[in-house]
């Protein structure tokens, strides 16, 4: 599904990813585990075109073949699949529930299949649907959440770009949240990389764990490997 | 190659220098065209400098420099004025008033004053707006100070406009104004309240916690310029000999802009040299739009030309430094 | 109620829809990219032009000139944001500031050049030239087309923002342009289209400046456009029922000022609208309808 490689990107003058090389499967949950400051933002950005690559391979199957990520546009990206469920939720506060849903589905011109897709949505979170004219700025967090996952899933992932998803939220409201997210992809195939602080919770999701240091990745495996592994149990998961 | 830095002193002495040799130069020269004009690009030299204090050190955007530049030139003028024609020109002129006639460096700084003040009336109104608001309620001003000028007839002769100003500002007070001008702005950048101004302009609120009081060191920026401002208001209508409502407006305080955009917004060297550079620029291009009879090409070309100058330099000719002269 | 009083709030009307017509521009675009634009008032001067140059053409039909205008408005608007705005985007918001200055500087001498600086005089057709008398005042016909006009505008403005994809994006824009991106929204496309609705509708006001006060020249803009973000700010930048509200309340109120005071008063006008400015900024500087923003670094 996506593969990078030697992937370099600087902000300013500051080089932020040092050569990272990493491979999503199709239907895969991979997650990007760190410090903070250890370019996992970065990585999620470049991966939808907002930010640019100082060189590096980028590519993204498609059906019609290999997509150079590095050179296509922000909206193209999101055309062929990529979706960014950014940090901190970032939902439209003062737009209705309803039409933050609409937004999510902003390319398509099959109105009728968006409007399946939002009552998909609806179903699942009966909360959103009941609320769906209501502003979205006055949801909780955790359903500013749901709604957030929600936006994204109506444009139809390919590739789902979650960062950090549990950031804010309680812990029950988090384990709900990446229930969803396992039945997403075990029930959909929903391919997804998620970077996310709580080492923990991201390794017994994924199949497959990157651990990003100042722009290098220092390990990698399947999420099991390295939730056993001592020097990951010691640096990220850890008390304190 | 690095060119030698001077000592602020040496720029100072050399400064007097340079200003020295222009003034009796042109004077020597005994042309009047050539006279008028170096004083006009001295005063543009001032107004530059001072804004690139307001504007430029506290990152404030003022456009308001014009109206305090008619308010000090009206001012000024009410005290300069042949005594003896004041009664027929200005009837609702006080007789007190009326009486007095000061020489113009004196009535210069009563213009500059009351420029100062009514910067201080008007700042602590506006100085903590927001860019966008300032702008504009500066060029409100404006409006509403030529509105004033137009309609105060008994003092200002309304549109038909003053004429007959005594041609007082001669280029050797001019000179010596310039050289003050710049180095009072020098002196304010380099002491305790211009690294205050520049704290503002990177970052307000950092400002305050240092125990800097924002408004009150915008407050003091707004009324120098001010002041300043009508200074050079005061001098400029007793070079043309001409004044009125309009001839402080909108045109200048774009052009005002453009300049210490070019020069950098905070850098005085490049203030002055900007101003230099513009005002002859624009100069040759008017004799070109006389000698065609196109007028507006100018304006075009500086509008299109600043626009330019933006896209390749945004920050101007020097940003805050100041070339060639050592600062520490 | 006296025949004065009706010829006051017809003019009211009149004269508070023209600003309405030109703020609701100011507020679209400040709403989108937190730009003042500064040669939003020009467009209503090149608005007055091109309905001259149709008028005195008599190339096509009278009704035809206002959608004319409309068209020609619009590319107009979207061409400074393709020539000024686009080259600069991402840059601090006093370059944006400093560059629509400019480009308002240099489309008045352009004007100036191209269009001289003689003021001309302006027949409007005969029809809107006509005169009624409601409850014995004497009102012309485009006073009260104006209003009509406008409020038609803004409501088709309206329903355009709230109901359609466009309009839904754009709102989003206003709010979160990062999270918009993600969405796949194009920034570009839309910054275009609210320079380019907000130039038509200013051209439309130039058309009926014209038609109102018969007289057109290059610089004819800049104080109305000024006088325009006036009533955005009493309304609320940003805020698209606030800039329709503050052009009616800064028409009537400069009305009020003319036509109440005695008439040497009347040459302050102009200072009155902008004292009004200072008074709003200083009492409710987020406007009636605006949101109190934080401060931007």
Known sequence: ?240 | MKMPALSPLQAFFLLVAVMAGLVFAVTASGNGYFETFAALTLINVMLAVSLTMTNGFTGMFSLGHPAFMTLGAYVTILFTYPVGRKGFAMPALPEIIAQIHLPLPVAALVGGLFAALMGWLIGRLVVHLQTHYLAVATLGLIIVVQTFALNLDGLTRGGRGITGIPREATLSLIGVCTVLVIVLCWRIKHASLGRAMLAVRENEMAARCFGIEAFRVKLLAFILGAGIAGFCGALLPHVVSVMSPKTFGLILAFNLIAIIVVGGQGSIMGAILAAVFISVGSESLRRVEESTGVYGVTQVIVAVALISFLLVRPKGLFGLKEPFIRTS | MSDYLIQQIVNGLSLGSLYALVAIGFSLIYGVIRLVNFAHGDLLMIGAFMTFGLVASDLVPWAAIPLLVLAGGFLAGGLIERVAFRSISGAPMITGFIVTLSASVAIQNLALIFLGSQPRNFNFPEVFRMRLSIGGADVALIDLVIPVVTLLCALALTTFIRKTRAGIAIRAVAENPFAAQLMGISIGRLVFLVFAVGGALAALAGLFWSGKYGQINPLMGFLPGLKAFVATIIGGVGSLPGAIIGGYILGFSEIAFVGFLPPEYSGYRDAFVFGLLILILLVRPQGLFGEAEQERA
């Open chain 1, 1 to 240: 599904m996506l593969r990078v490689e030697d992937l370099h990107v600087t902000r300013g003058r500051t080089k932020v990813l040092d050569g990272i090389d990493l491979t999503v499967e199709t239907g895969e949950i991979a997650t990007l585990i760190g410090a903070n400051g250890a370019g996992k933002t970065t990585m999620l950005m470049a991966l939808s075109g907002l930010l640019p690559v100082a060189s590096g391979r980028l590519e993204l199957n498609t059906p019609d073949g290999p997509l150079d990520i590095a050179r296509t546009g922000p909206v193209d990206l999101v055309r062929a699949g990529i979706v960014h469920c950014p940090e901190g939720r970032q939902i439209f506060g003062r737009l209705t529930i309803e039409e933050n849903l609409q937004l999510g589905a902003y390319l398509s011109d099959d109105r009728a299949g968006v409007a399946r897709a939002v009552a998909g949505i609806y179903d699942r979170f009966p909360i959103l649907g009941e609320r769906r004219a209501m502003k979205a700025g006055n949801l909780s967090g955790g359903e500013q959440m749901m709604l957030a996952i929600g936006r994204a899933l109506v444009a139809e992932p390919k590739l789902l770009l979650l960062d950090e998803p549990s950031l804010g939220l309680a812990p029950q409201i988090t384990e709900e949240i990446f229930g969803f997210l396992e039945e997403l992809n075990r029930e959909h195939g929903v391919t997804m990389l998620i970077v996310e602080q709580n080492a923990m919770l991201a390794l017994e999701l994924a199949d497959r764990a990157f651990v990003l240091e100042t722009g290098h990745v220092v390990l990698n495996g399947t999420g099991k490997e390295l939730l056993d592994d001592p020097a990951v149990f010691e640096a990220y998961l850890g008390v304190g």
